[in-house]
């Protein structure tokens, strides 16, 4: 069984995922006997505790995956129907298949029987079909909840059932059930750390960071973890109370409580913030990590998990530094990461060893956004004749132009494709920055002014230095274009402007990527 979830604020919600199972018609016997038995099963999710509705918040679901079982009661007046008593179904291939001899469907018998099922099936399960409001009530008040409810232990803890209905004329042989969770579920956001930076005018830096242990109730524990949510969820008794205790390494070494005593089918999003803040002046030649962190270029090493270098302290959306040449609606930067008000980081390594040209055909991937009134209205076009207007640190918008023009012209800027996504594929970035993109030509200006800081950090930390090249050969390549077959490239010279053909193997050069955070 899958776990579906959409986190919105402090809250959790469901919608039901349907699977259906109807079995053909068969010959013979009265009308209203034709029919063989058949389920529909969907979820009715967790409800917060803050009261928002399921079908407002459409946030936790459970859809059934190959394997997964439940069990099926019939009942009539007090007593089990003896060919629907827990009859088991299981999930193959999006339908509830029928374990056994198949259950014939009376229209005018069902609809005065009461129909039951419960979630993960169970030989042995208690049933009271006495009970006129819960026939389930002994079974839920003896079910445990284990420590280690980590992947598909989940599911197994995850107790639901139902009260169905015989469907009508139109959909004969069917019983719809909606399910709903018995136990309670507490669902914890990573921890947030925040770096305070002492520089005028950088804003905080907020970065989630990992558990190192759990334990629910004073025994160690392992949670679901969920990746597309990013967060960990335990199952939990409901109504009486339930202790979870975490540790975390934020500034220091820390722990957190969480007391929960939650009612079934109840949940409820806890969020921890480190109280402690980093306290660190960004400076250029600090040290951007794998996992977010930040590390000071004056470490006594550099760190192993070290990705980049910073180049630039402050806020490098182009609307920001160049408003006069980038208005806020075409500065893809900050519409697609507002966050990234921070700085830029040199990436340790060219792409590859060797330099390449860069294998782009005699077309501007500019000019393609600018015959495009959607994109031409969302992007700053990028091929520009005179240094001058360059308009800020555009690698971002540039990068993002030429990987949507290869998109609608796949023979385009093959090579430089490949540098991008082969880069990007080798070295993981979080997901709180942009993704890697080659330099505008004003960030490799950046660099070059940079250079012997960069290099000192790079060499630290194991990576390739920044070279200076004043020939054909062994510059580096910038995402600005000139026009439609020569690019602004850079040989990290105190100050130079150079362009060269990109589509000539005698004019090779370097790729060395950046990202905005």
């Known amino acids: 069984m899958k776990i579906y979830n959409y986190i919105s604020m402090l809250f959790l919600a469901g919608t039901a995922m349907l699977a259906s199972c109807t079995q053909g018609e068969e010959p013979g016997g009265e009308m209203d006997a034709i029919d063989a038995f058949g389920i529909s099963v969907s979820d009715n999710g967790f409800q917060n505790v803050d009261g928002a509705t399921r079908a407002i918040e459409n946030g ?3 859809k059934f995956g190959n394997g997964d079982a439940i069990g099926v009661f019939g009942v009539k007046g007090t007593s089990v129907v003896s060919d629907i008593n827990n009859r088991k179904f299981t999930m193959k291939d999006g339908l509830w298949e029928l374990e056994g001899n198949a259950i014939e469907y009376k229209s005018s018998e069902f609809k005065g029987m009461k129909f039951f099922a419960y979630y993960p099936y169970n030989e042995n399960v208690m049933f009271n079909p006495e009970s006129e409001e819960d026939p389930f009530v002994d079974y839920v008040s003896q079910w445990e909840v284990g420590e280690d409810q980590s992947a598909e232990n989940y599911t197994k803890y995850d107790l639901m059932t139902s009260l169905g ?23 914890l956001d990573k921890p947030t750390v925040t770096y305070d930076f002492n520089n005028e005018g950088v804003a905080d830096y907020v970065l989630k960071t990992d558990f190192d242990s759990f334990s629910l109730n004073g025994k160690s524990a392992t949670p679901y973890y969920q990746a597309s949510t990013d967060t960990y969820r335990f199952l939990l008794k409901p109504g009486v109370d339930n202790t979870i205790k975490n540790s ?27 109280p402690n803040k980093f306290q660190q002046t960004l400076a250029v030649g600090d040290y951007f990590c ?29 609307s920001v530094t160049h408003p006069e040449k980038v208005t806020v609606g075409k500065d893809a930067l900050l519409r697609d990461y507002p966050d990234a008000v921070h700085g830029l980081v040199m990436a340790l390594n060219n792409t590859q060893t060797d330099a390449t040209m860069m294998g782009a055909p005699n077309a501007s991937y500019s000019d393609h956004v600018k015959g495009d009134e959607k994109l031409n209205a969302m992007y700053t076009l990028c091929n520009t004749k005179v240094f001058a207007d360059f308009p800020g640190y555009m690698g971002y918008n540039n990068t993002a132009i030429l990987l949507l023009t290869h998109e609608a012209y796949t023979d385009r800027y093959l090579t430089t494709v490949e540098q991008i996504n082969g880069y990007r594929a080798s070295v993981v970035l979080p997901e709180n920055v942009t993704p890697w993109y080659i330099p505008g030509y004003s960030e490799l200006q950046l660099m070059s002014a940079n250079r012997e800081a960069l290099n000192s950090a790079v060499t630290k930390a194991g990576g390739t230095e920044l070279v200076q090249s004043e020939g054909s050969v062994g510059f580096y390549w910038s995402s600005t274009e000139r026009n439609g077959n020569t690019q602004w490239v850079h040989g990290l010279q105190d100050t130079e402007e150079r362009v060269e053909r990109r589509d000539l193997g005698s004019r090779s050069g370097y790729f060395r990527m950046a990202f905005a955070f």
């Open 248 to 274: 975390y390494t934020g500034v220091k070494p820390m722990e957190s409580e969480i007391k929960a005593n939650l009612g079934k089918g109840a949940s409820k999003l806890y969020k921890i913030q480190d």
């Open 165 to 187: 209905e015989a469907q009508g004329e139109r959909l004969k042989g069917k019983v719809s059930f909606v399910m709903e969770h018995r136990m309670a579920l507490v669902v």
């Open 290 to 318: 794998a996992d977010g962190s930040i590390v000071s270029k004056n470490a006594a090493s550099a760190p192993e998990n070290a990705v980049g270098v910073v180049f630039y302290v402050g806020n490098p959306q182009p």
């Open 60 to 62: 936790y679901t459970t």
